[in-house]
């Protein structure tokens, strides 16, 4: 299993996704989309203020990647707890991205498990991905190969390919549930489908000790799951 995931998601995600006026951010998109920073942060920075928590979460974004502002952790922090306060799930994410790689703030496993906790319970395959984690590594919160299973199998069910093999690596050692090479050749296929290269080593492994048999079952599951 791979380490914290500390990818923030992309500007444009932020933009279209949990119900955001998009439709309002389209000047600061366009010139967002030629490379425009400045005028983005210009165009976005008033939504930001007057509450939209899409658009905060947006700013926070760039201050932490340094585009159209100069890099600053302490302002991207800012802006990301007001999008998370009011319950903006992608927001909530990077703070616990944050917390976890003490960016702006001391690091702190507790802090990090919260707000991925919060982010994970609205469905956020990043944050259960990274709640899996801080479960199978005892971060933050006491070692549960248990829970670790469960918040893999739900950010893998979502098409996580970092979960997918966890998921897959979890079934191979057995850990949170019975071990089962199967479903771990299944898992750790669809992660190497997206490219996972972790995932395309862990699968060599588990096929070595696999019958033609065994594979064959994990193939078929593998395919049910992709039709």
Known sequence: MRRILATLVVVGALLFGDGSACADFDDGLAAYKRGDFVTALEEWRPYA???????????????YEGRGVPVNYTGAIKWFLKAAEQGYGKAQFQLGVMYANGEGVPKNDAQAFNWYSKAAEQGNADAQDNLGLMYANGKGVPKSD???FNWFRKAAEQGNADAQNNLG???????????????????????????????????????????????????????????
């Open 49 to 63: 203020e007057q509450g939209d928590a899409a658009a905060q979460a947006v700013i926070g974004t760039m201050y």
């Open 146 to 148: 248990a829970q670790a």
């Open 169 to 227: 690596a979890m079934y191979a050692m057995g850990k949170g549930v019975p071990k089962n090479d199967v479903r771990a050749y299944m898992w750790l296929s669809l992660a190497k489908a997206q490219g996972d290269k972790e995932a395309t080593g862990n699968l060599d492994i588990v096929k070595k000790r696999m019958t033609s048999a065994d594979i064959s079952k994990a193939q078929a599951l593998w395919e049910k799951l992709n039709n």
